[in-house]
């Protein structure tokens, strides 16, 4: 039985990896690997179609087409650009002005789009030669973008809240959201400190002076799309809409803001928008089914106890256990998708986080900084990639100039792990 259990698990994972490795599309590779196991486990395969489908069978999921939608009609509907001329008002006149209205408009257009690489290719396609044009090095322009988009996992909403909320087995998405706040703005107030001793140390530029008049004209005018931060989680605050429902209603405002009141939404845009959205949420519909076989199938090969006994081998200190599992998800981070990931692991890890007396919601924002960290490393963090295109910067350059805000983001990683209530405070008080 122990030889057959070690066969299985071979099959799972080294036939995963190695599907990986022949870069074979990740939905792809956990399917695959995932009936091979089944086939050789001599599991009926109706099993497997159950698994597949009963991981999208959920009203949690409906969230995710809608924030998909959402922010895909943000970002083409112009409303990016808004954010970033009234992050400028807000911030630009500081030395080295525009890169931290590069952070604030993160922080802002994080809360819509719910997503780091959204955030970078919208925001960073504008900010990126702004940035360069006004004085500062392409590589340090995308490293800044980069570095801010992470907010876009941390500050509500998040499509990975939710990916992880249904991998830890139907967490409050109200209380994951709310629990992004504080980590989510202590990262942005980080990066803007250590802006702006880069700024005085290296003799960045000043940004650009707005009036009064043209501050409050541009304030009223991105005001507008930032209220679809306002629906979502007012109306989960004060009770008028589940997380779902939120994102459905503000589908709908970003849809008529943008159409008919910034009237930047063609006809032809919003086709163009509903194709990019149905593909990408093809590809997630696609790894969450597959990605809930696979996860049967571990736990079914008791991968999860292994692991949890071979990190609990390394201390009974639950410091340096934490420190090892904070490890474990930075180097993963670094080589796949944090959707995947995040489903993939929460089943295993999760119970040892709970084991170590760490709140599930509290463990969710460890694993969305660990992994939001991983989206800007190489070799495959997809902000990376999508920043250094848009700079026209090599990846090698660019690690280089990310060394400072790595170990800034680092630093609230550590924070977060081990302050429980910069995480807690604020979901505690729904309770």
């Known amino acids: ?47 497997l179609a159950h698994r597949m489908v009963n991981g999208l069978n959920s009203f949690t999921f409906l969230a995710v087409p809608f924030f998909i939608l959402a922010g895909q009609l943000m970002g083409e509907g112009g409303i990016s650009d808004k954010l970033v001329r009234f992050a400028d008002t807000l911030v630009g006149r500081m030395r080295g002005g525009l890169a931290q209205a590069n952070i604030v408009s993160s922080s802002m257009f994080g809360g819509i789009s719910g997503s780091s690489v959204a955030d970078v290719a919208s925001i960073g396609s504008f900010l990126v030669p702004s940035m360069v044009k006004r004085g500062h090095t392409p590589e340090y322009s995308v490293a800044v973008t980069i570095s801010s988009s992470v907010q876009g996992v941390l500050i509500p909403p998040s499509q990975n809240m939710i990916y992880f909320a249904l991998a830890a087995g139907g967490l409050s998405i109200e209380k994951l959201f709310i629990a992004g706040y504080v980590p989510g703005f202590m990262l942005g107030g980080s990066l ?27 304030g009223l005018d991105a005001s507008i799309g930032l209220f ?10 004060f009770g008028i809409f589940t997380a779902t429902e939120s994102a459905a209603v503000a589908t709908v405002y970003a849809l008529l803001v943008t159409m008919f009141i910034y009237k930047s939404m063609t006809l032809g845009k919003f086709v163009s928008v509903l194709k990019m959205s149905m593909s990408t949420l093809a590809t997630v519909m696609a790894i969450i089914m597959t990605s809930s076989a696979f996860a049967f199938l571990l736990g079914f090969l008791n991968v999860p ?10 201390s009974s200190n639950p410091i340096v256990a934490m420190l090892a599992i904070n490890l ?13 990931l995040i489903l993939l692991l929460t089943p295993m890890l999760l119970p040892i986080a709970v084991a170590l007396g760490y709140d599930p919601i509290h463990f969710g924002m460890i694993m969305l900084i660990n992994l939001g960290i991983g989206v800007c490393t ?25 060394l400072p805000f790595y170990l800034v983001m680092v630093t609230v990683l550590m924070l977060v792990t081990f302050v429980p209530a910069l995480s807690m405070t604020l979901p505690n008080l729904l309770d």
């Open 1 to 47: 039985m122990m030889e057959q259990q070690s066969i299985a698990i071979f099959i799972l994972l080294g036939g995963f990896l190695t599907l990986m490795f022949l870069r074979i599309p990740i939905a792809f590779a956990l399917g695959l690997s995932s009936l091979a196991t089944f086939f050789y486990l001599d599991i009926p395969t109706m099993v």
């Open 192 to 218: 803007m400190l250590l802006c702006w001793i880069l700024a005085i140390k290296q003799g960045h530029p000043t940004g650009e002076r707005y009036s009064f008049k043209e501050s409050i004209k541009v």
């Open 228 to 237: 679809t931060i306002v629906i979502i989680i007012g109306g989960i605050l």
């Open 305 to 314: 106890t292994m692991l949890s006994d071979m990190i609990l081998s390394l």
């Open 328 to 340: 474990l998800l930075l180097i993963l981070g670094m080589l796949m998708d944090m959707g995947v």
């Open 378 to 402: 190489p070799p495959v963090g997809t902000s990376l990639l999508v920043g250094c295109s848009i700079g026209k910067v090599s990846i090698g350059t660019t690690v280089k100039a990310m």
